[in-house]
């Protein structure tokens, strides 16, 4: 036990010694993880977004006046059967003029000026819901069919998709971006790491020369480089959850779409990105040592040049 303590002494010593590198090491981690995980959540966002719309409605069809421009008594309970008897429709809701002028309220509440019309002006109109929402041009375009009953054909479905391929890309560029700032992380504290050693060199000449293990040597650096990984995401786990929090918090009432996150998202991912970061910290250490070790070895006590 007394051993581990020392070798936990040695790295927080290491840390003290190289304040300014150290924070650099720190620093990369931070930026590289913070910009991943920054990507992760906002993925996260449109996922979820993009799920709550989608089981909702996604087709709505305006229908003209029945007994008016050539739309007969019942045509409009006659539309809906038949919408119901499509393959692609999972579910019709109808909504009479009196419904559109209750929605119609609810949406311009407290905006006299938009609320001061002919209620009768507003059409009747059918909500759709899809079994699949990739079907809804072919559902559109039936519609489009029914004249002179329907009036108009709107859908979100394709913005819809516009979010889904984001969605994608967003998941590429998340995972392209993790890697390659990942990468970055690991080789600046590897250079730590090697400039950790070089300013103890006598020091580890030393421990070589009494019979120490390189085992014995790699701890204390393996563990200053896990410090720095793990400091650098936990900072940025940290600034991500509170910058998506005080967004969230900031736009209560957008009510297009939502910006909060689950703290159990962040939790479950804040934890990987965590050990993401020791891993990383311990890798650049690792690659840092091996050079020096693996020369220690053949010339003795002395570091090569260049190191």
């Not at 480089?225 to 918090?249: D, H, K, N, Q, Y």
């Amino acid at each position: 036990m007394s051993r581990f303590f020392f070798l936990v002494r040695e790295a927080l010593t290491n840390l003290k010694r190289n304040l300014l590198v150290v924070a650099g090491a720190v620093l990369a981690v931070f930026i590289s993880l913070s910009l991943a995980f920054g990507a992760l959540v906002v993925n996260e966002v449109l996922r979820f977004n993009t799920l709550a719309w989608q089981e909702g409605v996604h087709v709505i069809a305006f229908l003209n006046d029945e007994n008016a421009a050539g739309v007969s008594a019942g045509a409009h309970q006659g539309l809906i059967a038949e919408v119901e008897s499509w393959e692609e429709v999972q579910a019709v809701t109808y909504y009479d003029k009196n419904d559109a002028w209750i929605e119609y309220q609810q949406i311009f509440d407290g905006q006299d000026d938009l609320l001061d019309i002919d209620p009768t002006i507003l059409p009747a109109s059918i909500r759709i819901e899809l079994i699949e929402i990739e079907l809804h041009s072919s559902v559109k375009f039936r519609l489009e069919q029914q004249t002179p009953v329907v009036r108009e054909v709107d859908t979100a479905a394709e913005e819809i998709e516009q979010l889904q391929n984001l969605s994608s890309v967003l998941n590429v560029l998340g995972l392209g971006m993790a890697i390659v700032l990942g990468m970055s992380a690991v080789v600046l504290i590897a250079n730590t790491i090697r400039l950790a050693i070089y300013a103890r060199r006598d020091e580890v000449a030393v421990m070589k020369l009494v019979g120490a293990s390189n085992w014995f040597i790699r701890v204390p650096f393996l563990l200053e480089g896990m410090i720095e990984g793990l400091l650098g995401a936990a900072l940025a786990v940290f600034t991500v959850w509170l910058g998506s929090s005080r967004l969230a918090e900031a736009t209560e009432s957008f009510e297009l779409i939502r910006l909060d996150v689950p703290n159990q998202f962040f939790f479950r991912w804040g934890i990987l990105f965590l050990i993401f970061g020791a891993l990383a910290g311990v890798i650049g250490s690792l690659l840092g040592l091996s050079r020096y070790l693996r020369d220690a070895e053949g010339v003795g006590a002395d570091i090569p040049a260049g190191v």
